[in-house]
């Protein structure tokens, strides 16, 4: 079973489009003790919605787990593959005023660069 997770980047270092050109990456660069606990807990399969900051602050695209070594939990080594520009981009005033993130930590905790998303969370990102 798949688990869901929101990465959040800035698009002037590196941004959804450059994930779709370079088709995978290895997701590194964080910093914080939770997120990088949010990082190493994810496997292979696992489905992430990609988030850019900044003045866009708007979730823009979905990727995919490839591969997972949580071996070193101070720099997890998490392989992502692109998947697709989302069809509608969602605001982070759209997330705001939507229920189901009301106790997200995407709300709660706004510098928080990886976050866990539920099911219903993610259906609601990807409009699906």
């Known amino acids: 079973m798949s688990s869901y997770y ?5 698009p002037s270092e590196y941004s959804f489009a450059d994930l779709q050109r370079d088709k995978a ?10 997120a990088l606990r949010n990082l190493g ?24 787990v490839v591969s997972a070594d949580a071996s070193n939990p101070k720099n997890p ?3 992502i593959q692109a998947g697709h520009l989302l069809a509608k981009p969602v605001t982070l005033d759209q997330i705001k005023s939507n229920k ?3 106790d997200s930590p995407l709300v709660r ?20």
């Open 100 to 102: 189901l993130f009301a």
């Open 77 to 79: 080594a998490v392989k």
């Open 6 to 10: 929101l990465l959040k980047t800035e």
């Open 109 to 128: 905790i706004g510098r928080l660069s990886v976050v866990p998303l539920t099911a219903p969370q993610y259906k609601f990102l990807t409009g699906d």
């Open 25 to 34: 990456t290895v997701w590194d660069g964080v910093h914080n003790p939770v």
């Open 41 to 64: 807990a994810m496997k292979p399969g696992d489905k992430l919605i990609l988030y850019e900051t900044g003045d866009r602050r708007t979730a823009v695209g979905t990727a995919t």
